[in-house]
């Protein structure tokens, strides 16, 4: 089962950030958090993962709170593209390879 | 460059059809994912390969599911007697390195192909 827990949709306005949160509260001590997300009719896509420390790069920001039970995406200026399901994921660490995707979060940018 | 290709990307099949379904990793990838999302749902694990090793199948549906992956490389999913609830995307992924995520200090992602939809009619 998915370790994560996420809001089924949000709204955000063209340009504006957008912060998706998530909750993981199981997590265990070297677990990452990961992201992805799918834009309609394709697969998944890797966003953005962290441990502990705060992370950035081309797509996104991800900030991991202290005691590592809750995170968040920022888009800082989202676009119409960034229409999507954002999936946050726990890496199972039990032996499998798999990744353990819950429902997401639909994001929907408006113009 | 290529990234993952899948065909078909419509399959109809009726119900008790057998079908295949194709997944062309990125080249040279040593690992490779079956997943299947049903409609509104998030991607679920099927299958798991490590060069032309089996290592996890522990979410295929039932028996009706088989796969393989012969020579490393091209992988086929197998869906015998097919019934109306196996009706999804099937998505494959493969990823350079022996599984994916965070190895030894290095992060190797799953690299997904766009999915084939089945339909059991």
């Known amino acids: 089962d998915a370790k994560t827990t996420q809001p089924t949709s949000m709204d955000c306005a063209e340009g504006r950030a957008a912060n998706l949160p998530c909750n993981h509260s199981?997590?265990?001590?070297?677990?990452?958090v990961y992201w992805y997300r799918q834009i309609h009719s394709q697969g998944p896509q890797y966003i953005i993962h962290?441990?502990?420390n705060n992370e950035t790069n081309e797509m996104a920001s991800l900030i991991i709170t202290e005691d590592r039970k809750s995170s968040t995406l920022i888009l800082p200026h989202a676009t119409l593209r960034d229409t999507a399901v954002y999936y946050c994921i726990v890496r199972d660490q039990g032996g499998s390879e798999k990744l353990v995707f819950g429902k997401g979060t639909k994001l929907t940018v408006n113009p | 460059g290529a990234g993952v290709s899948q065909s078909p990307r419509y399959k109809v099949a009726k119900r008790g059809q057998d079908v295949a379904l194709r997944c062309d990793p990125i080249?040279?990838?040593?690992?490779l994912f079956w997943y299947q999302q049903a409609l509104g749902q998030g991607p679920e694990f099927l299958t798991y390969?490590?060069?032309?090793?089996?290592?996890?199948k522990s979410g295929l549906p039932s028996d009706r599911f088989f796969a393989e992956r012969p020579e490393g490389s091209v992988s086929t999913l197998k869906i015998q007697r097919t019934q109306q609830e196996d009706s999804a995307v099937y998505l494959c992924?493969?990823?350079?390195?022996?599984?994916?995520?965070?190895?030894?200090?290095?992060?190797?992602?799953?690299?997904f192909g766009p999915g084939t939809r089945l339909t059991v009619t």
């Open positions: 390969f490590q060069n032309e090793a089996q290592l996890d």
């Open positions: 199981t997590i265990s001590g070297n677990e990452y």
């Open positions: 080249s040279g990838h040593v690992s």
């Open positions: 962290g441990l502990k």
């Open positions: 992924a493969s990823s350079p390195m022996p599984g994916s995520g965070v190895a030894g200090g290095v992060f190797y992602e799953q690299y």
